[in-house]
T-cell receptor, first 112, second 114 residues
Framework: GNSVTQMEGPVTLSEEAFLTINCTYTATGYPSLFWYVQYPGEGLQLLLKATKADDKGSNKGFEATYRKETTSFHLEKGSVQVSDSAVYFCALRNNAGNMLTFGGGTRLMVKP | NAGVTQTPKFRVLKTGQSMTLLCAQDMNHEYMYWYRQDPGMGLRLIHYSVGEGTTAKGEVPDGYNVSRLKKQNFLLGLESAAPSQTSVYFC?????????????FGPGTRLTVT
């Protein structure tokens, strides 16, 4: 079956530090990959996505590249801000299916 | 355009009580989902619907029932609440179409069962 594995948090960084949150997946076929963000007290919001190998998704300074050879979709940001403090979820959609499989989430805390 | 809304926002139940969570979307989406979120476990799919009048089981359906009588509404019922159902519940919806696929989430309902 499908599965998504994320690094466990919390990840604590100082403002302007470089961020990497690792995500690897197991799936059959050619999944689409997503990063969702959950700010405190809110629902999940789509942050970025990639639909095929070597695609790079980007939004709000965050980037992730779909690496089929390593089955990974690591999230990166060059300079984090306090406002980036949230929980980040990696997810996959298998082929043309209509369900998402989520990782366990990684809490990011950014200190001023 | 309110997107996906959920009621109530918070609820405390005693073991054995029943309740219904309401999800509404105004985006004319065909697909709707109910998830539960527990610490360290991400989101787990309870039930979903691919259209009005249809429902299907997800990963963790036991103890829950759902109904989709109207396209815009998806109800999640707990007939006899148990402490193991203490969680945050999220509803989501999507058109389910192609590369523009995106699930839109509601703000969540925090349920405590004592």
């Amino acid at each position: 079956g499908n599965s998504v594995t994320q690094m466990e948090g919390p990840v604590t960084l100082s403002e302007e530090a470089f961020l990497t949150i690792n995500c690897t997946y197991t799936a059959t076929g050619y999944p689409s990959l997503f990063w969702y963000v959950q700010y405190p007290g809110e629902g999940l919001q789509l942050l970025l996505k990639a639909t095929k190998a070597d695609d790079k998704g980007s939004n709000k300074g965050f980037e992730a590249t779909y690496r089929k050879e390593t089955t990974s979709f690591h999230l990166e940001k060059g300079s984090v801000q306090v406002s980036d403090s949230a929980v980040y979820f990696c997810a996959l959609r298998n082929n043309a299916g209509n369900m998402l499989t989520f990782g366990g989430g990684t809490r990011l805390m950014v200190k001023p | 355009n309110a997107g996906v809304t959920q009621t109530p926002k918070f609820r405390v139940l005693k073991t054995g009580q029943s309740m219904t969570l309401l999800c509404a979307q105004d985006m004319n989406h065909e697909y709707m989902y109910w998830y539960r979120q527990d610490p360290g476990m991400g989101l787990r799919l309870i039930h979903y619907s691919v259209g009005e009048g249809t429902t299907a089981k997800g990963e963790v359906p036991d103890g829950y029932n759902v109904s989709r009588l109207k396209k815009q509404n998806f109800l999640l019922g707990l007939e006899s609440a148990a402490p193991s159902q203490t969680s945050v519940y999220f509803c989501a919806s999507t058109t389910g179409l192609g590369d523009s696929y995106e699930q839109y989430f509601g703000p969540g309902t925090r349920l405590t069962v004592t």
